[in-house]
């Protein structure tokens, strides 16, 4: 039997048909946005090398990340471009760097909205290279505790409880909260959602916007001709008789040599 002319689609005749067989959806809460904050510019500067992507100024990128949690997004990573660069890194590690406030100035605005962080989690291995540091420097610019190099972290009644492998063993930590957690790689394993979630996020309705922008198509804008390239053409002879006078150029060419 040769390959069908016809394939069925019963599956996936309808939307609905298609959420209730789907093997593969993405959520938003599956997602995080990266933003890149630069040192010392007042507004966003475009990414040349990067069409659609800008570097954000402290007072942007509040609004980005105000706009990624309405959105339902999983989280924001931030990567800082200092004002100056050295071979060691030290914007790492300067109380004032970039990353440093640009945290501070998120967790901040959400807290003057009224919907303050009781727990930062930060990584330590792809944006802090410092063993630490940033972790460190943003819970010394909030004014709260901090912890490093966790494995698991748990929250209950006003206090987060943190475990992290250390030279005798496992260490336990206990914080009040609001409180910084600088988690080690690997060491949380990742929530999946529910299978009840998902049949319920894929019926979550879904808002269709239509552009009002009427199309231009194309068109002429202007049409101009290069300039005519100088040329001369001389002829060295016909023939044998020729090749003398074809032997003398290429030799004031520098082609040949006698």
């Given at each position: 039997m040769g390959y069908p002319l016809v394939r069925p689609r019963r599956l996936r005749r309808t939307p609905a048909l298609r959420r209730l067989v789907a093997e593969t959806s993405v959520e938003p809460s599956q997602l995080v946005l990266p933003a890149f904050v630069r040192e010392g510019i007042?507004?966003?500067?475009?990414?040349?090398?990067?069409?659609?992507?800008?570097?954000?100024?402290?007072?942007?990128?509040?609004?980005?990340?105000?706009?990624?949690?309405?959105?339902?997004?999983?989280?924001?990573?931030?990567?800082?471009?200092?004002?100056?660069?050295?071979?060691?890194?030290?914007?790492?590690?300067?109380?004032?760097?970039?990353?440093?406030?640009?945290?501070?100035?998120?967790?901040r605005a959400h807290e003057a909205d009224g919907n303050a962080y009781d727990l930062v989690l930060l990584g330590n291995d792809a944006a802090d290279t410092g063993d630490f540091q940033v972790g460190i420097r943003l819970a010394s610019t909030l004014g709260r505790p901090v912890v490093t190099g966790i494995s698991t972290c748990a929250v209950a009644d006003g206090v987060v409880v943190a475990r992290g492998e250390g030279p005798d063993g496992t260490e336990v930590f206990e914080l009040p909260l609001p409180a910084v957690v600088a988690v080690m790689e690997g060491g949380v394993a990742p929530r999946y959602p529910s299978i009840p979630g998902r049949m319920k996020a894929k019926r979550a309705p879904i808002e269709t916007v239509v552009p009002q922008r009427v199309p231009t198509g194309s068109g002429r804008v202007r049409w101009k001709l290069p300039p005519p390239q100088p040329s001369s053409v001389e002829i060295l002879g016909t023939g044998p008789e020729a090749a003398p006078a074809v032997v003398d150029l290429l030799e004031r060419l520098g082609v040949v040599s006698r």
């Open positions: 007042s507004h966003p500067v475009p990414v040349s090398s990067m069409p659609g992507v800008v570097q954000h100024s402290r007072e942007s990128l509040r609004k980005v990340a105000a706009e990624a949690a309405e959105a339902g997004l999983g989280g924001i990573m931030l990567f800082g471009v200092p004002a100056h660069k050295d071979a060691t890194g030290s914007a790492a590690l300067d109380p004032d760097g970039i990353l440093n406030v640009a945290i501070a100035d998120v967790v």
